[in-house]
């Protein structure tokens, strides 16, 4: 295997594949429990795929080509909600910010931007061929709004708590020392799981099935590492288990409880197969205003308008640096600590720079490979989202401390 970085593409075997595959492959009421899951694994064989196939359909494809990543299942909308507009006539340092962030964001491949002041839009741009309607694949910052789903799970009672053996839910892992791990652990990315077969976890048929052949190769809760075979076990807890309270899957509970109460617009989700399962660590298509209303909710503790949508306690907890890596609350990356190259796991090759610490402490912000971000500071009312063509030297701070900074001298 070949991982040439310059070129922005991966190649395996004869395989090349996008920078943007890259991403997805090196980031890698009465309780349900294990034993009541018997009609969630009876099912249908998975017909088999053939890997090397599937790569060579997406290679070169770019997080405008949505129609390459399939199957995709949609997301429908209950309403798309405006965001609402801010004044068009800023002036003095915000005016001088937005120019100097709009030009790096141009210089690192950038495709779309919004900024958000107090909720209200000070800036929105789009890089021809996208625009305000453009669906683009954001790679892994659905982790966290998988981690936004876990909360609301919880808080419905299909979850008993975060701090649960995660066998109690996973049949298969029910008397499995792999059982033992926490759902806080799956969240803090501490599982002690070793690296699991990649290309298998990005482009099998069942990838949920691959991600529950995860070997234990430490222990839980004492190393932080960014996986995305993680986040595909936590995705097939919380499947299940909103399952028993009567939603018809996951895609069905994040649309009626997150999706259709933030007002976002049609969206879809990349499954592995035609019935099968999302890609619960990436693969969420949806455009730049559903990202900033999903970072507005986060700013606003969870609430939409006067409609608790999160818990306030649960988004208060998502925000607490894990004993593992302070980096990282519950599938969220936090700014408080700072590092020039932020790392994804010991031993992983790709880290992402960032050159000076945030002018904000209470950044926290959704990460997708190669430069997508929502990124979200309360303390000055500012919410950003951002995506782009991978670039793997954007630069975390820029963008952020030049509005931060304008905001704070406000």
Request: a negative charge.
């Amino acid at each position: 295997m070949e991982i040439a970085l310059h070129d922005s593409t991966l190649r395996i075997g004869q395989v090349a594949v996008s920078s943007c595959v890259l991403g997805l492959l090196l980031a890698c009421a009465p309780l349900h429990n294990a034993d009541s899951t018997d009609k969630v694994l009876a099912a249908t064989p998975v017909p088999e795929r053939d890997i090397k196939v599937a790569m060579q359909a997406l290679a070169g494809a770019t997080i405008l080509e949505t129609d390459r990543y399939i199957p995709r299942v949609p997301l429908h909308t209950c309403g798309a909600r405006p965001l609402q507009v801010g004044s068009n006539d800023l002036s003095g340092e915000l005016a001088k910010a937005i120019y100097a962030a709009q030009a790096y964001h141009e210089k690192a491949q950038g495709v779309g931007l919004i900024i958000l002041q107090n909720g209200s839009i000070v800036h929105e741009d789009y890089t021809d061929p996208a625009t305000a309607a453009s669906q683009t694949e954001s790679a892994s910052m659905m982790k966290s709004v998988l981690g936004l789903l876990t909360g609301i799970a919880i808080e419905k009672g299909a979850i008993g708590s975060i701090d649960d053996r995660i066998g109690k839910y996973l049949a298969e892992w029910q008397d499995d020392p792999r059982g033992d791990i926490t759902i806080r652990q799956l969240l803090t990315m501490s599982t002690g799981l070793g690296k699991s077969d990649f290309v298998r976890i990005l482009m099998s048929s069942d990838i949920s099935a691959a991600a529950l052949e995860s070997v234990l190769t430490g222990e839980p809760g004492n190393e932080f590492a960014y996986n995305n075979a993680v986040s595909q076990l936590l995705g097939t807890l919380v499947d299940r288990q909103v399952r028993t309270i009567g939603y018809d899957d996951f895609r069905d509970f994040l649309q009626r409880e997150l999706w259709c109460p933030l007002g976002n617009d049609e969206a879809a989700l990349w499954f592995d197969r035609e019935g099968g399962s999302p890609r619960y660590y990436a693969g969420l298509q949806a455009n730049l205003s559903d990202w900033a209303r999903i970072g507005e909710l986060i700013r606003n503790d969870g609430m939409v308008g006067s409609k608790r949508v999160v818990p306030m306690e649960w988004i208060a907890q998502m925000k607490i640096p894990s004993q593992a890596n302070a980096q990282y609350g519950l599938h969220l990356w936090l700014g408080g600590a700072w590092s020039e190259q932020r790392a994804y796991a010991a031993g992983n090759p790709v880290t992402v720079p960032q050159s000076a610490p945030f002018a904000a402490e209470d950044v926290v912000f959704f990460d997708g490979f190669g430069g997508q971000r929502v990124y979200v500071a309360p303390s000055i009312g500012l919410t950003i989202a951002r995506t782009g063509y991978t670039n793997l030297s954007y630069d975390d701070a820029i963008i952020v401390n030049l509005l931060s900074n304008a905001m704070s001298s406000e």
